[in-house]
Structure formats: structure tokens, C-alpha cells
């Protein structure tokens, strides 16, 4: 069994801010520009639980999205703030699924945030040549304390 580097339980949120250029004819986030999101979102994670991807490129590893799953929920408009919570739902010995949740503030500030989009994104870690292989030692330790 992997040790893992990261509880399944544990949630990494960052906030990113829609630009209007991000946004179609309809005036609201492009379908596309969710993924830059969650990219953002994926990489600060990462850095967040001590994975480096420049010192994993350095030693030979890449990390890949392997399938994103996405559903859209609620539009969002310029100006507006989204949170985007990342947590690992699975490991496996050359990757793994995170969840990641889109939300937005409801209009009434005392109301839950409003789900704007759901993904899970499968990944898996590969070596020089793009090949599946088996994750290294980064992703067996101990995350550092917050």
C-alpha cells in the first residue's frame, strides 16, 4: 500500500477572480476557461501538499491529466470570485482522481456558496519518454504542516 502524501480528507481552497476576457457572448465564464482554473488550482495544490513539478521535471517525471470529468452547475460573471477546493479522492501506484469543486458566495451572504462546477480529474505521473511509471519518492512522504 502507497503511503500517501495527502489525507483523502484533506482540502486545499485558493480563490481566483473572473477577468472579462474570460468570459463568451453570453457574458459569462467560458466552458474552456474552467480548465485553466482548475489547472491553477491543481498546481497550487500540489505546492501546497510539497510536491515541486520543476524539481519532478528535473529528475525525469512528468505529471499528465489523464481524463477530466466537469460538470457546470451555475454560469459566472466578470468580477466575480470563485473558490476552487482540491482534494485527492484516490491514489494508485503511477497517479490518482482529484475532486475539485468549483463554488461562488450565494447572494445572501449567510446562504452556502453556490456550486458552479464539479470535476474529477484523473492523473498519472510518467517518465522522460511520456510513459506511465510508478510515482516517485515526492509523493511518499509526509505533507508539511500548515
Not at 92 to 106: E, F, P, S, Y
Request: charged share 20%; glycine share 6%; with cysteine.
Amino acid at each position: 500500500m502507497i503511503n500517501r502524501i495527502h489525507s483523502v480528507n484533506a482540502v486545499y481552497t485558493c480563490t481566483v477572480s473572473v477577468r472579462s476576457y474570460e468570459c463568451d457572448s453570453y457574458g459569462h465564464v467560458n466552458n474552456a476557461v474552467y480548465l485553466n482554473y482548475l489547472e491553477y488550482a491543481r498546481d497550487e495544490y500540489l505546492k501546497d501538499i510539497g510536491v515541486s513539478i520543476p524539481e519532478l521535471r528535473a529528475s525525469g517525471f512528468g505529471l499528465l491529466v489523464a481524463k477530466i470529468s466537469i460538470e457546470y452547475r451555475l454560469p459566472a460573471f466578470t468580477d466575480e470570485f470563485l473558490t476552487i477546493n482540491t482534494s485527492a479522492l484516490r491514489q494508485t501506484l503511477v497517479g490518482g482522481v482529484l475532486r475539485q469543486v468549483i463554488t461562488r458566495a450565494a447572494a445572501d451572504n449567510g446562504a452556502k456558496p453556490l456550486v458552479v462546477a464539479e470535476a474529477d480529474v484523473t492523473w498519472v505521473c510518467v517518465d522522460s519518454r511520456g510513459r506511465p511509471v510508478r510515482l516517485p519518492a515526492a509523493f511518499h512522504r509526509e505533507a508539511p504542516v500548515s
